[in-house]
Structures are given as structure tokens and as C-alpha cells.
């Protein structure tokens, strides 16, 4: 005996982009065919029958970026221009058969709750005045009243400084040791002379002997160091062993020396780059600051709450200024600014950046992620929000994503530079810097300065000593 049963489907967007039942037809108890036969219902679930979604929208290149509509006024639909999010739109309209449309968010605020309540992009999805957002970061607070779609990685925050210049010539001398490193040469070599002084005084107190006075044993270990030493102080087999191992210490500290002073003669060092917010603040008088509109909503409450003393001290000395002021204050030294990372590459490389590739700023190598991901907030409830996962699933896995990335920055860059009528940049070694230079005085002034300061003393010295022979004939 066989039962046939009506068997429907509630299909979210066939009424015109609106939810409605679908008719799939009927199933017979004798055979479970007709049951899965549903390629029309699951068709129609990636057909969104041409519904209109509205997002919202803050620039944040290069996920998202637009231009103004000169016939509308503020808080209504924009034009995007090519970023990853319009590419992301772009092909999920077309996947799923919507309409969707761009608004800006008139404050230009992603969202925060403050006070039980919420601001910019979340609270237009709170109140569902949009269907999605653009480009956004997840929080607890928002999380509350949106849902999350992860996109792609999250933007870092980098520092921007001037580039490491070239040090004094005159310490080149210096330089290839570091300071305690010449400390401790030089307790060593007094050290060294105290010790082999006392060790002679007490054998020839116990054997008798030649005595060695205390300015032979000091000098002995300074020429020593400088591979000029004088007569060999030691009168025992003790002081012979002393001495040759002061030779051994000698023979090592000289060769590291030779070997890194010729580097550096060669090869002037640079300063050190800020790469992190710790050399940040151990910069003596420096100065930080980072964009109005980046400084808010989630950023903001990381770096006011956060528990390490560094991030608390970049937020304290934290200054607001927009990004070409910044910049400017860059160049003029003591200053970093503190920005996404694609952003600040974008603004150098199409405002700051020669035809060769050179440029007075340097993006430091490391950025801090303050957040896990980033992607697009959801209305609570939304029925499309699984399509949307699915599809950017398929694109982050193909490696689109990254590619479109990379492609929309070169291509935003090339955009600038031609409006600017600026030649392309290219890449270019062939610094003044990195050609074969002989030595020159330049190099070499320590050396001299070295003399000057020598020969100071010595006459120095030579009145010091009048002085007294004068003062002790008086007496």
C-alpha cells in the first residue's frame, strides 16, 4: 500500500526576493526518489530572485574605498571604487543574483557599544537599516547585535619613520666594539697589570730579584692589546704563564677588531630602524601619532585597555593628526606615525616615492594585528549568510583573495601616480651608498681625531708635571 505526500520547500528569496513555499512535488512511500530529487530547490536557494541587500560602509583601502555621488547627499548611496570588497560584491551579486547598494557611514565609524548603546556600522545592523558592512573587525561588544563573516587576514598597524641614516664617521673607530665590550678591555687591562704587578712584588719578596714596577706592567698589557708590547715584565714561571695568557686574550680581541673595523670602514653603518612599538618608546624624544579616523571605535579601547606598559605608553603620547601632517612631521625627524599597513603603502609609494624607488620613509618590517580577522558584519538572522560563507570559502581557498589584494594596491598605486603625473617607481640599487668607495678622510677621521685628543693629553700632562716640580723645589 502507497501514500503519496506533498512535499514542499520553504525557499528563502522566490517571491520576488522575499521568502515563500516552494513546491517540490510528491513522494510516494513505496520509492525515496522523488524525496532528493530537489535540484530545482536547491537551484533556487543560490538564486536570490534579484533581491536588493543594502551595506554600509567605511573606506578602508584596500578593502573598501568610494567616491561620493555628486547628485545625493551624505548617509546615502556611493560609488565604490575597485577594491577587494567591491570585487567581493561584484561576484556575489552575480553568483547569487542580488542587487546590492553602497551607503557610507556619515560619521565614518565602524561601531563600538558605549554605554549599552552603539554607534556607526553595528547599530545601522542593530536596527536593521542594512543587510551587511563592509570591511570591519569583530568584538565582543559587536558580536552582540551582528554576526561575523571572516573575509580575509586582518590589517596590521606598522610604524612609519624616516629611514635609518648613516652614523658619525668619526666613531667608525669605536664602533666595531660595543660599549661594555671596550669596559671591559679596559678593567682588564688594569685588572691584568695589577695582578701580574702583585704577583712579581710577592716572588721577588719570597726569592729576591729584578723588581717590577707597577708603570712597566700596565704598559706591558696596553702594548700588549696594540701588538706593540715592551720588555716582558714576568721574572717567574708564574708570570710567564700570566703573560701568555694575556697574549691568547690579546691575540682574539685584536683579530675581532680588525676584522669588524674594516667592515665598517667599508660599509658605513646606519642607525637602527623603529620596527616595533618598543623601540618606538625607547627613542629619546620622540614623537608618535596616527589618523583621527583610524583611532576609534575597537582601536582605541585596544590600546586604552590594554595590559602591556608599552602599548599603554604608545597610547598616552598618542597624537591625532591626518596623514599628510604626519608625514611631514616625519621628515622633520623625532616623529613616527602609526598606520594600517597597506594604507601607509599606498599613500608612500604614490605620494613619496621617486621614479628610481627611493623614498625618505621607512615601514617597518614588523606591524602589531589587533585583531584576528577581518571581514563583514551581518544582520542577525540573515538568510544569506551561509551563501555568503560559502562563496568566500571557495575564493580564500583558491588563493583569490590574497591575488586580488596585491592587484588592487598596484593597481590604486599606478592610479595616483599617473594623476600626479609622476614617472612609475622602480626598484634601484645602484646607490651612492652600496658603490665601491676607497677610504677617504672621512672615514678615517676618527683615527686622526684620536691623535689630536693624544697629543692634548701629553701636553696636558707635561704642565701637570712642571706644575709639581715647580711646587716641590719651592718646598
Known sequence: ????????????????????????????????????????????????????????????????DYIRRPDVKINSSVIARDTVDKRLITEFSEILNFTATINAEPDRVFGNEIDGRFTGMVEQLRREVSDFTTIIAPTPGRLKVMDFLRMYPADSIVVTSLKPTLMPAHLSLTRPFLGEVWLGILVGVVMWGITIWFMQRAWVWAAGGRVVTFSNALLYGWGALLQQPILDPSISVSGQMLVGWWLLFCLIMCTGFKSSLIAHLTVQSKTAPIDTFKDLVNQDNWRWGTEPWLYNSAVLEHFSKHPHPVVNQIHRGMEIMLVDKALEEVKRGGFSLLDFKYLIRVIVASRYTDSKGNTPFYISNYGTTIFAASGWGIRKGAPFHNLFRTLIHRLENGGIIGYWTEKVIHQRVKENRQAADLLPATADDTTAESRELPLGLNHLQGAFYVLFLGSFLAVLTLLTEILLFHRSRQL
Open 1 to 64: 500500500m502507497s501514500h503519496d505526500i506533498l512535499v514542499y520547500n520553504r525557499c528563502l528569496h522566490c517571491d520576488h526576493g522575499e521568502p515563500n513555499i516552494q513546491i517540490i512535488g510528491f513522494w510516494s512511500t513505496n520509492t525515496l526518489r522523488a524525496l532528493f530529487n530537489c535540484s530545482k530547490a536547491r537551484a533556487d536557494v543560490w538564486n536570490m530572485m534579484g533581491r536588493t541587500l543594502r551595506s554600509v560602509s567605511v573606506p578602508h583601502f584596500p578593502y573598501m
